[in-house]
């Protein structure tokens, strides 16, 4: 009797906290701000990353971890940051940057698994972190409508010390990634913005993308610009204003014959600037 007490507790604090994991990692967008976005000092500088979770575009919110965050050097090599710091609204770290070119900083998720049901009489919408392996002993009798959907986060951006490279970075291949044809150092406002998105290592077509420029908080409108990749994986856009740029990008599709996830839902999040004319 105590142990099957002890496995119902078990199985209840699982599902309480999935559910509040899974908000915090998927209901909230994740991004990186960096205290600049190019360097000029010879001999390069220190900068200061914040990483947080948030509806709000750059709105402090939820401390999402940074102990995974790599800065991608020119010649792609990776680097850990120096002096992590996870508070209670955000996660903080700096690196020195001394090398010429342009270097990608990328905080990206783990994969993680949620399972969507429906349970009671009034088919209840309910959720719980858990693959499709874990959710057969977390499940309650009767769950109806059972899908399990994979997320996946990409947070970036590029910084740039002294003259940006002109060889890109190489692409994982492994769900969605952002390849800027437009180098970020380069970016203008009032001039035309050009990325390409690929979804495991092929350019995707469809794929939604919201860029919201900083502010939010003090004007009546998102002025949100909205666009589609086209058959090559291509999306256009001009930022009219100075000032800092959070980019989301999202697909969803269904996975055939995986053994973890019925979906997944993968997305892209890149923080730049665009300078004044």
């Known amino acids: 009797m105590l142990s099957k007490k002890i496995s119902?507790?078990?199985?209840?604090?699982?599902?309480l906290g999935g559910l509040t994991l899974s908000q915090v990692a998927n209901a909230h967008p994740r991004w990186i701000m960096p205290s600049h976005f190019a360097i000029s000092k010879e001999g390069g500088d220190w900068l200061a990353f914040d990483i947080t979770a948030s509806h709000?575009?750059?709105?402090?919110?939820?401390?999402?971890?940074?102990?995974?965050?790599?800065?991608?050097?020119?010649?792609?090599?990776?680097?850990?940051?120096?002096a992590v710091l996870r508070g209670k609204?955000?996660?903080?770290?700096?690196?020195?940057?001394?090398?010429e070119g342009t270097h990608r900083v990328q905080v990206n998720n783990f994969p993680s698994y949620v399972t969507h049901y429906k349970a009671g009489k009034r088919d209840t919408q309910k959720r719980l972190r858990a693959s499709k392996v874990d959710r057969a002993a977390l499940l309650p009798e009767g769950a109806r409508d059972v899908i399990s959907t994979l997320f996946y986060t990409r947070a970036e951006t590029y910084i740039t010390v002294g003259k940006p490279s002109e060889k890109p970075f190489p692409l994982e291949g492994t769900y969605l990634e952002l390849k800027p044809e437009t180098n970020p150092a380069d970016i203008v406002a009032t001039e035309p913005v050009r990325f390409q998105?690929?979804?495991?290592?092929?350019?995707?077509v469809g794929v939604k993308a919201e860029i919201t420029r900083d502010g939010t908080l003090y004007r009546n409108q998102q002025e949100q610009i909205d666009v589609v990749t086209d058959e090559q994986g291509f999306i256009e856009f001009t930022?009219?204003?100075?000032?800092r740029y959070l980019l989301k990008a999202t697909h969803k599709a269904p996975i055939a014959?995986?053994?973890?996830?019925?979906?997944?839902n993968v997305s892209v999040h890149l923080t730049f600037e665009a300078v004044l004319p």
């Open 239 to 243: 930022p009219e204003v100075a000032g």
């Open 89 to 99: 609204r955000r996660s903080v770290f700096d690196f020195h940057f001394t090398e």
């Open 257 to 264: 014959d995986n053994p973890l996830a019925d979906n997944m």
């Open 8 to 15: 119902t507790v078990a199985v209840a604090c699982a599902m």
């Open 56 to 82: 709000g575009t750059f709105v402090l919110d939820k401390p999402a971890g940074a102990e995974n965050a790599r800065i991608v050097m020119p010649d792609g090599r990776q680097e850990r940051p120096d």
């Open 197 to 204: 998105l690929f979804f495991n290592g092929k350019p995707q």
